[in-house]
């Protein structure tokens, strides 16, 4: 059974960046394909960014493209947010995803495994 923990979240503050990992152990991480996704207080949990299983395809929320990175290495089983000009809209619980059936995921329900989330809190 994989298991993804999380890591690195905080509270930081407008413009900050940060970077959160999500560690994968109990199987290879190069079989799945990772997604990061965000839950804010009294909303849905919604899309942040995937990557497929080599790295070499990411996609990204409208609403991080261009300040967000994912990224992923294999050997270390680890994967990676690189969040930059952080925003207060940006707080959230992040979680980390993972599947081994899919070419590629933007849905919660693309996602068979889960991590416990990291708090993300960006202050004004």
């Known amino acids: 059974q994989v298991q993804l923990v999380e890591s690195g979240g905080g509270l930081v503050q407008a413009g900050d960046s940060l970077r959160l990992s999500c560690a994968v152990s109990?199987?290879?991480?190069?079989?799945?394909?990772m997604g990061w996704f965000r839950q804010a207080p009294g909303k849905e949990r919604e899309f942040v960014a995937t990557?497929?299983?080599?790295?070499?395809?990411?996609e990204y929320a409208d609403s991080v493209s261009g300040r967000f990175t994912i990224s992923r290495d294999n050997a270390k089983g680890t994967v990676y947010l690189h969040m930059n000009s952080l925003k207060p809209e940006d707080t959230a619980v992040y979680y980390c995803?993972?599947?081994?059936?899919?070419?590629?995921?933007?849905?919660?329900?693309?996602?068979?495994?889960w991590g416990q989330g990291t708090q993300v809190t960006v202050s004004s």
């Open positions: 995803a993972a599947d081994p059936t899919i070419y590629s995921g933007t849905g919660y329900a693309d996602y068979h495994y």
């Open positions: 109990g199987d290879t991480l190069s079989r799945y394909v």
């Open positions: 990557i497929s299983r080599g790295g070499d395809i990411t």
